[in-house]
């Protein structure tokens, strides 16, 4: 038997995802051969469609797999805005253990009983940094006027208006022409996105806030799960386990060659001490108390150690 299956993301070959997502189809070919005929497409914007249109094709089943932003689903599934809360999540080893436990196990459940997917794993979509065109942002008031890009997430906004910012959502297909004409003068994505999409042309100034981690399920169509046989589900988990542990190894190894990468470009990085960082968690405290509170009160327990803001 022969599965087909097609697969779709948002970018190019050298990021961390298309790279892990070969990483997975490699190992899903040595483990089972010829069991599996699969399509991929690195990124369906180089054919004009909308990058969210991957969820739908995904649910309607259209596509098998893809990844994305877990931000674009906190609507549907109100336990995924524990990402969407400011200055939470910036110890990357502390968030992988706690998807890898029983936070991850939450998550998967809940997006099983909401949603068309079945989540095979998560992956790392990057601790979120500013950037921006007109000046060094060193503090909360650097930030004050700024038109930022960001996702469609209402954490995101509450915490960039606390900031004295305007948000507005575009579409990962259309940012790079808002910023390149100057229709937003900051965005916020990890240092491997920034560098990926050569935002550095534009924006010369960038701030390692950590402003969010960024988790991208990797979701699955669920009819399509369930119809599978036992042993194609089997290959798949396995395939999954060594492409997730790769993507995360990447996501970890850009931040650091990306950055040089950047300063060698003349970009000017701006590193918060704790004093600085402090400021920025107090400037957006009731954000994260709102965050909190509109949480399922079943997250309370495995929430990250808040006690340091």
Sequence with gaps: MTVRFRIAG???????????????????????????????????????????????????????LCY???????????????????????????????????LGALLKRDIAARTEYVVLDFWDNGLRHLSNRKRPVRAPG????????????????????????????IDVGAMMQAIASGEVD???????????????????????TACFHGIAPVLCNAKAWAGWPDD?????????????????RFAAEDDVTCRAELTAKGVGIVDLDDDARAAFRQAVRSVI????????????????????I
């Design 10 to 64: 948002y970018q190019d070959e050298p990021s961390v995802h298309t790279r892990a997502m070969r990483v997975m189809m490699h190992a899903l070919q040595d483990r089972a051969g010829d069991t599996f005929e699969i399509e991929f497409e690195p990124d369906i914007a180089r054919r004009g469609r909308k990058v969210t249109d991957l969820l739908d094709m995904t649910a309607s089943g259209d596509l098998e």
């Design 68 to 102: 994305f932003s877990s931000s674009y689903l906190s609507q549907r599934v109100p336990a995924l805005g524990i990402f969407d809360i400011p200055f939470q999540f910036t110890d990357r080893r502390d968030t992988k253990v706690r998807l890898d436990g029983d």
């Design 142 to 169: 650097d930030c004050m006027g700024l038109r930022i890009r960001t996702l469609p997430s209402a954490g995101y906004h509450a915490a960039f208006r606390a900031l004295g910012m305007t948000p507005v959502t």
């Design 186 to 208: 900051a965005q916020e994505n990890p240092l491997t996105t920034i560098r990926l999409f050569g935002i550095e042309r534009y924006h010369q100034h960038v701030t390692t």
């Design 232 to 248: 194609v589900r089997a290959a798949l988990r396995v395939a999954f386990t060594e492409a997730t542990a790769a993507q995360w």
């Design 289 to 308: 108390d709102a965050g909190y509170a509109a949480l399922p009160r079943e997250l309370d327990t495995l929430r990250p150690d808040v006690s340091r």
